[in-house]
């Protein structure tokens, strides 16, 4: 993953939030912060790791895993792979409130 495409992809998301929650904070400054930003969590072997969007981490391995193996690997696949001991319990409380969030609306819609 190159470093200038993941700068330039959380950079611009820090700018943006910045601006939501400090509409009046200056442009330059909003970009000094989120490249600050940026540079701290980069210069950590794990952090670097997390800021790369898992679509973009897919499509790194699958091209891997083609030049090499010639295979790609699905997410449907890599879910199917999973044991449930190997989930984090926080995605797990996530997959759980979307599908309340899911059976709640579902609900709203049928009722109308």
Not at 47 to 54: I, N
Not at 97 to 103: C, I, K, N, R
Request: glycine share 4%.
């Amino acid at each position: 993953m190159k470093k200038t495409y993941v700068t330039s992809q959380l950079v611009s998301s820090n700018r943006q939030y910045l601006k939501c929650v400090s509409p009046a904070i200056d442009e330059a400054t909003a970009t000094e912060s989120a490249l600050s930003n940026f540079e701290l969590r980069w210069s950590d072997g794990d952090m670097r790791f997390a800021m790369v969007p898992g679509k973009d981490a897919l499509s790194f391995v699958n091209e891997q895993l083609q030049k090499r193996y010639k295979v790609t690997v699905t997410p449907s696949a890599i879910i199917d792979a999973l044991k449930n001991e190997e989930v984090p319990e926080s995605m797990k409380n996530l997959i759980r409130s979307l599908d309340e969030f899911t059976q709640l609306n579902h609900g709203q819609v049928k009722g109308q």
